[in-house]
């Protein structure tokens, strides 16, 4: 599988995709560790039944996680980013849908920036949560807002 085939994840893909999201946060100045890989791969196992989660690369290089009753993108991570892989997921994540929505950290401006080009606007300005993590903005996708 190239890095941007994109397949659907299966369990024995959690433990991947719990150390790319470690990985991210080792490597992102901004962001605090709240959990370990281990506790990372129990969330990603909890969420796991309800999810349509998707994985690229082999080995995994980077996952989405889209909630299909609310279409919101929970997670979009990627190992390597300026590969192309996070353009193939959110494509396909557009796929067959005409709204889309995420939460992203406030300091992440280089994803924000990858949101914008993908077509998401910043609907709503949330607050930093009680645990301490950096406040949000929900940005929105919508098919036809001129966006493809």
């Known amino acids: 599988m190239s890095m941007t085939e994109l397949r659907r994840a299966t369990s024995d893909d959690i433990p991947a ?3 790319v999201v470690a990985e991210w946060v080792t490597r992102t100045d901004w962001a605090t560790p709240k959990h370990d890989a281990e506790t990372l791969r129990g969330l990603i196992a909890d969420a796991f039944p309800d999810r349509e989660i ?3 690369g082999d080995p995994v290089q980077g996952y989405m ?3 299909p009753t609310s279409n919101k993108i929970g997670a979009l991570y990627c190992a390597v980013t300026g590969q192309g892989l996070g353009k193939r ?3 396909h994540a557009k796929l067959g849908r005409d709204h889309l929505w995420l939460t992203t950290h406030q300091p992440n401006t280089a994803a924000q920036r990858f949101y914008r080009r993908e077509g998401f606007q910043v609907v709503e300005s949330l607050p930093a949560s009680e645990d301490g993590g950096p406040a949000e903005y929900r940005m929105e996708w919508q098919r036809g807002a001129g966006n493809a």
Do not use: C, E
Request: glycine letters at 8%; zero cysteines; a negative charge.
């Open 17 to 19: 995709m719990a150390q």
């Open 89 to 91: 997921f959110m494509d």
């Open 65 to 67: 996680s889209i909630d």
């Open 54 to 56: 998707w994985v690229g």
